[in-house]
T-cell receptor, first 110, second 117 residues
């Protein structure tokens, strides 16, 4: 089983739609969780941290379910500029680095 | 406040040559990470360094690859005798503290795109 798994997509949605991505992780001792965004041929950029209590930043909501070992990202009112690849990221206990999923591609169309 | 600086942004090498990629972390950050992204693949961890020390090199290929982060100057990722399979984007990232238990994360530079011809 891969450490961090994501549906590669692409998810094709119209502007204004709500879209959700899920991500599962294999290490139950994982400590910290993040969503990054990566545009084509650009560096990954931090989108938001993910907390057990859930957190919201504008149109973006992230949730963590430790019991089921999955993380979700909800994007409301999608914009064309949201088109990108969304990377699920974990910090595992005993490791000193971030482990990235392969990403989920989102395409928002007019 | 300058972000993570990488150079060169683009590098073309012939098979058998050496590639040197440089990374200066964000101001106040002493922890540096190198990741590689092959075409159509995810980011793969290579090495984690702190000033003058390699902390974790579990992702580094056993041969031809080396990394350093000297007391003065940028971190260097060195690839000797490059092959076509080394063509990839190499991203450097930095953090102010170790990641474990801190809740901190890492911030990436714009990447160095290596093409081996």
């Amino acid at each position: 089983r891969k450490e961090v798994e994501q549906d590669p997509g692409p998810f094709n949605v119209p502007e204004g739609a709500t879209v959700a991505f899920n991500c599962t992780y294999s290490n139950s001792a994982s400590q910290s969780f993040f969503w990054y965004r990566q545009d084509c041929r650009k560096e990954p950029k931090l989108l938001m941290s993910v907390y057990s209590s859930g957190n919201e930043d504008g149109r973006f909501t992230a949730q963590l379910n430790r019991a089921s070992q999955y993380i979700s990202l909800l994007i409301r009112d999608s914009k064309l500029s949201d088109s990108a690849t969304y990377l699920c990221v974990v910090v595992n206990s005993g490791y000193s680095t971030l482990t990235f999923g392969k990403g989920t591609m989102l395409l928002v169309s007019p | 406040n300058a972000g993570v600086m990488q150079n060169p942004r683009h590098l073309v090498r012939r098979r058998g040559q050496e590639a040197r990629l440089r990374c200066s972390p964000m101001k106040g950050h002493s922890h540096v990470y190198w990741y590689r992204q092959l075409p159509e693949e995810g980011l793969k961890f290579m090495v984690y360094l702190q000033k003058e020390n390699i902390i974790d090199e579990s992702g580094m290929p056993k041969e031809r690859f080396s990394a350093e982060f000297p007391k003065e100057g940028p971190s260097i990722l060195r690839i000797q005798q490059v092959v076509r399979g080394d063509s990839a984007a190499y991203f450097c990232a930095s953090s102010p503290t170790p990641l474990q238990g801190s809740g901190n994360t890492i911030y990436f530079g714009e990447g160095s795109w290596l093409t081996v011809v």
